[in-house]
Each structure stands twice: as C-alpha cells, then as structure tokens.
C-alpha cells in the first residue's frame, strides 16, 4: 500500500517543477504581443472592462482605448454586437490582466467544444471505446482553430446546444434550459433551433419546463448587467440604430458568406432586410414541417439539418469560426461512416479527404477575408446529405 506521502508528494513535487520552468515561459508568451494576437476577444474584454467601471460598454469612443492597448491591429472599434445578456460572460474575464484572461478564454472555448464533441459522439450512438476520436475530429476541424485563434465566443453557443439536448434526453429539462439558454448569446445563428424550440414546447410538457427554464436564465442574465449600468439595453438599442461611422462597422456593412447577403446584392439599394428572407422562408418551412409531425420531439430528432440550414440562411454573420457549429453534422456523419464501413483502408480515404478539406480551409487564415470561406457550410451540407442514411441509422440517434 503506498504512503499518503507518496501518493501526494509525488504529484506536488511535479507541479512546483512545472511552475518553476512553466510560468517564465508563459510570462514570455504573454509579453510577445506578436504571438496568440488577441483579435476578436479585444470585444468581450473592452466591453466587459467599461461595464465593470459603469460605463457603455457600447460606445466606440470607450472601447477604443481599451483595444488599442491590446491589438495593435485595431484600426476600427470592434464592436461587441451581442445582446447584454451576453455581458455577464465577459466581466469574470474583464476583472483580470487581458493577456491571462486571454488564455482563460480560449481554454474554455477549448473546453466547451471537446465537451460538446463528447457529447455529440455518446448522443448519436459513437463507440464508448472510440470516444477520442470525437475529440480529434474536433481538434482538426478548421473552424475550431480559427475560433481559437480570433478568441471568439461560439464554443460556449456549441455547448448550449449539446447540453441542452443532452439534458433533455435524460428527462432534466431545467439543466437542459439552462444551457439552451446559452445559444442566445447570437441569436441570428440558431433560429430554426428556436423555433422548434418553442413549437415543441407548445405540446410537450418537458419542453414547455426547459422553455420556461431558459427564458428564466435569460431574464436573470439580461439583469446583471444592470447592476453597473443602469442604462445598458438602451445603450445597446441605440448602438444598433448608429448610422455608418469612420470609427466602427455596423453589421449592415459587413460581407457576410451567406445566402442572404448574396440575395441582398441583387436587390437594387442593397437593402439589409434583404438578408433574413431565406432565414424566414427555413422557418415557415419548420413550422410546416412541424404541422404534419405526429410525435413530440419529432424536429429534434433532425439536430444536424437544423444547424446546417440555420447556419447556411443565417441573417448575418456565420463567418468561419461560427461554423464550428457544424459539429453537430460533422460528428454524426463519422459515425455513420464508421458503422456503415468496418474496412480500414475505407475508412482511412474518408478521414484523408476530411483533413484534405480542412487543410484547404486553414491555408486561408492569414490572408484578407479569410473569416468568409463561403464554400465550407455548403460542402458539409452536400455532404450530410450523401451520408444521410448513414446518420440515421445510428443506434442512439436523439430521440
């Protein structure tokens, strides 16, 4: 039997050699500016930092500043367009040195995307054994990398959505509200998801719990920011209706890779309403979907349609770091092929032409406009549908 003194020791003394030679090269890291650049985090932390001070975490005068002190890159505001309820998100972070919450944001998108792989891969029925392969896909998976390197926020949005329907698989719906709430945090990108959401809840009591439970977390976190700032919702409305500036875009001047923007550039005056006509049409096709359903829960057992249609009608946004959404596909899909074709070298052809795709993809990461990749949400959608049959046959398959 080992000693208590052993069986502790030996883990202390690894760690205080690990912070002797650890922390002078992570202070190192943290002074080169030129490396881990902080990119889009400059929002959440300038947005967050003038909250915490009572300020308007909406204003680019203010934020300005901030971010200039943190990216040299700057030449604009970067405007944090997520609703307040967002904000609470950002202040543990804001409360810290911004290079060291740097590198706490990004272990926690880290962390929320291989725990959502996780439980993508035990929702559709993967392999207990292979379970790490979820975690590599996830790994190699281009739009992870580019979430990780912008320092952006939508593996916490991933993780709202595997949570909840994890959770609400395993009759917690309140747990499961809890975490849909958190695929609030941009709206614009799930809204087939929420409208099933609701439709669902209409019929099913679990749902309607899970419902009531996340509008409840939305209520308290669209609250909290109220404590520093009293007028925060207005700020954000009237930062939402500024006209063009020399100092920020607004999102009617963004290029978006989506269909609606391309519809949009049809239209003569370039409206901006333009772009949510495809997201409106996925909706009433939703809705009429939902219509001729027989069984609750019928719509949420079409997970991956769902994202891959929000995300391809989105209204705006849907840049490359937002498609790490497209897991839920992505994932479902390897299975599917895995269960579908036990022959190796089958299988080693697939997983060549996946890190073939996602090589292509992150060639592009430095140059201009690399956030669009507008081939990406497509080519996944094309190839769901290939493997469709696959995907539903999965043993454990939501349901």
Known sequence: MKSPLRTIGLPLVAGVVAAIVGVPQFQRLADDRSLLKAYDFVQYYSAGSLLLEGNDPYDP?????????????????????????????????????????????IGLQLAAVLISADLLWRMFGGDPHYRWAAWLIALTFAPTLFLLMMGQIPGLILLGLCGFYHYLNRDQPIVAGCFAALTAIKPHLLPLFALVFLLEAIRCRKTRVALISGVVCLAVFSLLPLIWNQHVWSDYLEAMSRPPSEK??????????????????????????????????????????????????????????????????????????????????????????????????WLILHAAAYLMLNFLVLRTIQEPGSQSNLWVAPAVFIVFLIYGRAVSHSEQAIR
Not at 74 to 85: A, E, L, S
Not at 255 to 274: A, I, K, S
Request: charged fraction near 15%.
């Open 61 to 105: 005068d203010l934020l300005w500043p901030i971010q200039r002190s943190m990216y040299d890159g700057v030449d604009k505001t970067i405007m944090m367009w997520n609703p307040p309820w967002a904000l609470p998100l950002t202040l543990p972070f804001a409360a810290l040195p911004w290079r060291i919450a740097q590198f706490l944001w």
């Open 248 to 345: 920020f875009q607004t999102m009617r001047e963004f290029e978006h890779p989506t269909l609606g923007y391309w519809l949009r550039g049809l239209v003569p005056g370039n409206p901006f309403v333009v772009q949510f006509v495809p997201a409106i049409l996925a909706m009433v096709g939703v809705v009429v979907l939902w219509l001729r359903s027989r069984e609750p829960g019928d719509l949420f057992r079409l997970l991956p349609l769902l994202v891959l249609v929000s995300v391809l009608t989105a209204g705006y946004g849907a840049w490359t770091f937002d498609l790490v959404l497209l897991l839920v596909a992505v994932i479902p899909i390897a299975i599917g092929i895995a269960k579908q074709s036990t022959r190796t070298p």
